[in-house]
């Protein structure tokens, strides 16, 4: 009689929690009634749009889709979903930093289809985009063009990059404790970056835990590694000046949360300091934000670093990943499109404070 009971029990649940479609109705209309079937083609003839749409233009869209090793294939059971419309989907949730829900609604396909959608593509630009538009430079010649840069456009010598840690914040990951939870009192992971007067990332790191120090991260990095044994071929020390004698080595710059060493220098700590070295702080500054000012290109082109990114961390990680090479690709495809960006380089080009003229003199 028990056994029967069960089988009727099954039977009825079963009944009531049998699928009303296979395919939602909702969903059937992709190929008619879709986001991108229905506005790609007015975004490719207003091209403002379709950089503000996608934040780069339509021929560096089609130059990425060309560089990414994207393999589909329809079944028996439905046609599969086109790399232009992967693209596109990724894309836009980078761009926009919506919900999976709002792209579901929009572009008709299932939740967990783009959920995996943005794991698999993040990941294809990420491959296909860091060796050559996230290349590690290893000459003396890239590196001596590097500091031309900062002593031409921050008049600081012999820099080879600014290097900062921004917090990428996240929804609590579970069992991970006090892990990521950062001194600012939220979730993150770090992306510790090196950056070149052109704002381009010329290193990065990913996925250090919230709670620790951007001196601590950068010492653990790779890049750190490579300079203090001599495999980047960093320029050696040479004088500031041809009328000058004394050797002075090539370094980074970064703020109050590096240790001072050989290879980085920081600004002079405490109120009362004298002329000088307010003067060198100042100098040091004009060089250092570059990297604040890269961090905020990303995060305004890449909204989805605006918000608490609600996936799990390696996904997140591979988001941060994919949007730092973007940022190189856009950066170099199409320039400074933006006009904050234009602002940001007038600023910086065209300043002319006490303090820069008696500098400068």
């Not at 749009?49 to 934040?55: D, G, I, L, S, W």
């Not at 001596?144 to 008049?155: L, M, Q, V, Y």
């Not at 996936?311 to 950066?331: E, G, P, S, Y």
Request: hydrophobic letters at 35%; one cysteine or more; glycine letters at 4%.
């Amino acid at each position: 009689m028990d056994d029967e009971i069960v089988v009727l029990w099954w039977y009825l649940n079963r009944r009531q929690n049998k699928r009303k479609h296979w395919v939602h109705p909702i969903l059937r209309e992709r190929f008619s009634l879709g986001t991108f079937e229905t506005l790609m083609g007015e975004l490719r003839r207003d091209e403002s749009k379709f950089f503000n749409y996608f934040r780069m233009t339509a021929t560096t869209f089609d130059d990425l889709l060309g560089r990414l090793d994207i393999r589909v294939r329809d079944t028996s059971f439905r046609e599969c979903i086109c790399p232009e419309q992967r693209l596109a989907i990724c894309l836009r949730y980078l761009a926009s930093g919506c919900s999976f829900k709002e792209i579901h609604y929009s572009y008709r396909v299932g939740v967990s289809t783009i959920s995996k959608l943005i794991k698999e593509m993040t990941h294809v630009i990420w491959e296909n985009l860091k060796t050559d538009f996230l290349k590690l430079p290893d000459t003396e010649r890239e590196w001596e063009d590097i500091a031309s840069g900062f002593e031409r456009k921050a008049n600081f010598p012999h820099c080879l990059g600014a290097v900062d840690g921004k917090h990428i914040r996240i929804l609590k990951p579970a069992k991970s404790g006090s892990m990521f939870f950062n001194y600012k009192e939220y979730y993150s992971f770090v992306l510790m970056a090196v950056v070149d007067s052109e704002y381009r990332f010329i290193f990065i790191s990913v996925g250090s835990f919230g709670k620790e120090c951007d001196s601590s991260i950068l010492k653990d990095s790779t890049f750190w590694q490579k300079i203090n044994d001599g495999t980047l071929n960093v320029p050696k020390p040479r004088p500031l000046h041809e009328n000058l004698h004394e050797e002075l080595p090539f370094i980074l710059v970064g703020d109050e949360g590096f240790a001072l060493t050989p290879n980085l220098l920081r600004p002079y700590g405490g109120t009362h300091l004298n002329t000088d070295k307010k003067i060198f702080n100042y100098r040091l500054s004009r060089a250092r934000r570059y990297v604040e000012c890269a961090f905020g290109i990303l995060a305004n082109k890449w909204r989805i670093i605006h918000r608490a990114i609600d996936l799990n961390v390696d996904t997140a990680i591979q988001v941060i990943k994919a949007c730092a090479v973007l940022h190189n690709f856009v950066r170099e495809k199409d320039g400074i499109n933006f006009e904050s960006y234009q602002n940001i380089e007038h600023r910086q080009e065209q300043e002319t404070t006490p303090m820069n003229r008696n500098v400068s003199s």
